[in-house]
Nanobody, 125 residues
Framework: QVQLAESGGGLVQTGESLRLSCAGT??????????MGWFRQAPGKEREAVAT????????YYADSVKGRFTISRDNAKNQLYLQMNSLKPEDTAVYSC????????????????WGQGTQVTVSS
């Protein structure tokens, strides 16, 4: 069983930055064997994958809308997942959730088995 808790959301202005964190708790070293990802859902829209990362951090995926602005990373020793978000835009406003997949590769199309509660990110124009 993996439990995830996000933090770092908030209200910022266009062009500013935020860093989201996701703390994972799991027995043993299971966290380090999971693919991880950040997903977001804006009001009236479907949830979308923002960025995902493989178990070892060696493979990453980014949605086209965030490429060059967002960076996903993980620290398996600390059971932490991060999302550095720069040059934020109003269209980035959403609830951001982290998720863990038993598939180690961290592909956005994989099934994600565990989810955090989410953290609100609001970007004002």
């Amino acid at each position: 069983q993996v439990q995830l808790a996000e933090s770092g959301g908030g209200l910022v202005q266009t062009g500013e930055s935020l860093r989201l964190s996701c703390a994972g708790t799991a027995p043993g070293k299971i966290f380090s064997t999971y693919g991880m990802g950040w997903f977001r859902q804006a009001p009236g829209k479907e949830r979308e994958a923002v960025a995902t990362v493989s178990w070892d951090g060696g493979r990453t995926y980014y949605a086209d809308s965030v490429k060059g602005r967002f960076t996903i990373s993980r620290d398996n020793a600390k059971n932490q997942l991060y999302l550095q978000m720069n040059s934020l835009k109003p269209e980035d406003t959403a609830v951001y959730s982290c998720a863990a997949s038993k598939w180690m590769r961290g592909d956005p199309k994989d099934k994600y088995d565990y989810w955090g509660q989410g953290t609100q990110v609001t970007v004002s124009s």
